[in-house]
């Protein structure tokens, strides 16, 4: 049988991903650009770029964005990470240069669906992924499909008298769990003169401490490193355990830069979740590292289109 | 197009309830039998009366059950509701006396699957049915089916350092929204000396107090009961804001004896869930009754016999 060729594009808030991938899920064409203030014009420079390039005939273009995406319309009904985003109908603004199938999905859907096609999930029938970054993201896989639900597990409260979040709840997993979660933990222990060696980097301008400061500096042995990424861990297994709960998934895998410190905060993780899950449902689950880092998201949405265009 | 006929029962830690349920979802013949301390010899009895109806041919045995199902086996792993049942295979049980198709659902998944078929569900592709009794448990409907999922809702914790649950869990959502909760609440609050028309009850032994007890004084405007069911319905509301996050359904329906004070208990869920879910996916959200009560569970669990034999 011969190959077809979709694009799947990530539209982040950092980098737009962009490439034509195969029906096996091979990366055939990359390339990525900062999105920068208007993600618009760099989408439309981007897929410029991409439907010049004459070597493949592609079936359709597949959109994962961070966002809550109206996947019915292609709108994106709210993106905290890429506020410029919101109301902007993406479908309608690719169809302006591309006249086939265009499909948007969140960006977390798209990864976990792109794991399933040739990552970490290739066989795994039911398990749910779980983006550690900013915030926290998830997407949901049963019976070998993607859920086409919001999958906002990030937005799960599991303090109900908690901190607020910015989206409106309080308590939310990701005000405890998440890589921004982890940096603001970090500078309020360095505010309140908890010794580190954090707070030496940047010449001692501590707020530009990234979450990959952290985990490596975690990694070298600094205490407040140590304990701050435990217990972000510890709360993520509190998610974990409500996931498993719910969805009773056969893995749970999870992407992101924190993962880097999988010995401390993973870890941690796992060791509140095993607590807390119903123990029959927390034996069959498999916690696991994501396998397609970065290029899931391009990958599960090229893989949307091929479920449309096979 | 001939009507086709499947036994449907449902095991609950009161009664086991049973009948023959044609494959437009009427019910032909039903009975009810208390579960009592041998809820294994009150299955074959049962089973005997159903299969010594000739009136009907029915072509398989769907089998709801409270607890925690290996659905694959028959095998119930946990019944927190029906201890005895625990490690029991079902299916094998049913099969002394039943040589056709059985199959086994948690309880709260049948009844959801009921709701799609008949009941409040009817006309919706996505809703989470959450049953309110003694323990909260769920159900998830997506793309019109089933999910096939422990929706363990009553086990999400929503205070991460909140009241241990039996479940091994801190904070479950049940601890705070089931009637067992409520029952706690109002008895403590009895026990502290505070003035309620609900003292009186019983000639006075408040510990016989039921959740209908309450949920009626409180619709005569008992000011403890109407305090005691708003806080538990704002608990139940942060549980839901969680629900809609997650899996972004078009209804939430709810079902159990304390919806019987919808206009307190419910009213504040709905409250608080809208406070808490991302605007956008609560904006869709209807909350609304279960239409079938008692019978989900036996309609839901024929209805997924039909799904096989027709």
Known sequence: MTLRHA???????????????????????????????????????????????????????????????DTSKGVVMRSPNIPKLTGINIK?????????????????????????????????ENFVLITLGTGIGGGIITGNNLLHVAAEIGHMSINANGKPCACGNVGCLESYASATAVIGNVISEIENETDSILKDLYNGNFYKITAEDIYKTALEGDPLARSVLREAGRNLGIGIANVVNILSPDAVILAGGLT???????????????????????????????????????????????????
């Open 7 to 69: 694009i799947g594009i990530d539209i982040g808030g950092t980098n737009i991903r962009a490439a034509i991938i195969d029906s096996d899920g091979n990366v055939a064409f990359k390339l990525k650009e900062a999105t920068g203030d208007t993600p618009v014009e760099t989408l439309h420079n981007i897929l410029n770029i991409l439907l010049s390039q004459r070597s493949w005939d592609v079936c359709g273009i597949g959109i994962a964005i961070a966002g809550l995406i």
């Open 260 to 310: 880097g410190a999988w010995h401390i905060y993973v870890d941690a993780a796992i060791k509140e979740a095993s607590k807390r899950a119903l123990k029959e449902l927390y034996n069959k689950v498999n916690i696991m590292p994501s396998s397609l880092g970065d290029d899931a998201g391009i990958i599960g949405a090229a893989k949307l289109v091929f479920e449309e265009c096979e």
């Open 92 to 124: 309608s603004e690719v169809e302006k240069s591309y006249k086939g199938l265009v499909l948007t999905e969140n960006d977390a859907n798209a990864a976990a669906f792109g794991e399933r096609f040739t990552g970490a999930g290739k066989n795994l």
